[in-house]
């Protein structure tokens, strides 16, 4: 054998880099499912499914051109499995097939880029740049050095002058502007949300559904549900969710797409994460087809544009701000945080909060949430409630289809709840009860009350919201995006403050943290 091309579990193009000059006759494939990806964090058992089912379809798509894999299927019995993880069954494949090169794209995560390097041993170990991204680590790498700030804003706006993309001829933005997030932050008021288009049911096929009775026998002790199994799986469901999105809720997903509803999972948002995220779908198709819809009168600017930020930027972003920042970025926690866990209800929804609980039935019924209840209902609260950086990224990892570590770690960790002390974002996202409340319906039906801090009806997010200002005043005090915040704090007479301490210190002595 010439060449052993290692394919993971999110990276399932077959057009990719690791394929170049590939040669059916002297080169073979190498795919592994492996138990420690299931279990390094307790994964949701449809993350687990979709995963594994996403690679058995890419299996066999490579099996159908002529191509050789060799793959290795976890098995219903756990005693049956070859290995455990990554590095297990590499080295002993590599002795048996004796490669003379192995070849492998940029892992999305460092500790199975490590786990390769050790495996492999004497024999050359080929990583490949990954050009399924608009960036290369590299180039960000350069963009970065110089740089005492590394903004979204700035990086954006070199990138779409770099690609052509919502600019004109002298490189100024389409439109006027760079930026339209203003105008995309519409709530659904009492009327609530407009009609949503639904999307093409993607049923599982006999592949996915060998996965999924697998997984119920053998992770039934893990979180989760999957008798919704509505997944795109192959570069063709990932398509068809492409192309419902851009014609139907493309025009919608501007104004929307901060807004949430009660039993509302998807809204306008467009579950193509998941496909982006292990290479089932290109980002390039997702912006052009975008652009051409705004282009041809189909969809607005500001939906087109935020789009856009979503995928050629912020998705670049948090790659580069992850390969140039490894390892030491993972072990950042600039609030001082306990190394604490997330609360029970994070895994089982079992909770008062009607946001919350909202939420995480979402989570637990479909492996999603769209940005907003991630960032602003589920990390807002580990935020405040003071949860450790590190350890609320495990549980986005467990929970979340689309997560990657090189997605995850600066969304969770930095973003969602600045344990980078502002590498990804100037100011912790941190507000009280009030801005569910604007955002969405959930208050209405809720025992709380989002304006009180204090007493049995205090919403749990506006105490703890005022008692994580107060911990962290004399930081946030010399922030610009965060010193109105502290002022309003300081208004606040010595008893209320006080008040708000005690009935924080109460909420927090309730939870049930869990260190999993």
Known sequence: MRRLVLVLGDQLDPASAAFDGFDAARDAVWMAECASECTHVWAHKLRIAAFLAAMRHCRDALGARGIRVHYHALQRDAAQDRGANHGEILREDIARLKPREVVVLQPGDLRVLESLQVAVGDVPLEVREDRHFYCAVPEF?????????????????LMRRRHGILVDADGEPEGGAWNFDAENRKSFGRQGPPPMPIAPRLAPDPVSQEVLEMVAARFASHPGRLDRFDVPVTPRDAEALLAHFIEWKLPLFGDWQDAMWEGEDLLAH???????????????????????????????????EGFVRQ?????????????????????????????????????????????????????????????????MVLGLFALLAGVHPKRFHDWHMAMYLDAVDWASLPNALGMSQYGDGGVVGSKPYCASGAYIQRMSNHCAGCRFEPKAATGEAACPFTTLYWDFLERHAARFARNPRMAQQVRNLERKDVVERGAIRVHAEHLRSKLHWEKR
């Open 270 to 304: 467009t579950r193509l994460s998941f496909a982006l995220n292990l290479h089932l779908l290109d980002p390039r198709r997702c912006v052009d087809a975008a652009v051409a819809a705004w282009r041809e009168g189909r969809a607005p600017l500001n939906a087109v």
């Open 141 to 157: 790498a350069r963009w970065a050095e110089s740089r005492r700030q590394l903004r979204l804003e700035d990086f954006y706006r």
């Open 311 to 375: 995928v050629l930027g912020w998705r670049e972003y948090v790659r580069g701000i992850y390969w140039t920042r490894m390892p030491a970025y993972a072990e950042l926690n600039a609030l001082d945080c306990e190394d604490r866990g997330v609360p029970a209800f994070y895994w089982d929804g079992d909770t008062d909060m009607a946001c919350v609980r909202d939420a995480m039935r979402n989570v637990l019924a479909n492996g999603y949430a769209h940005h907003i209840q991630r960032l």
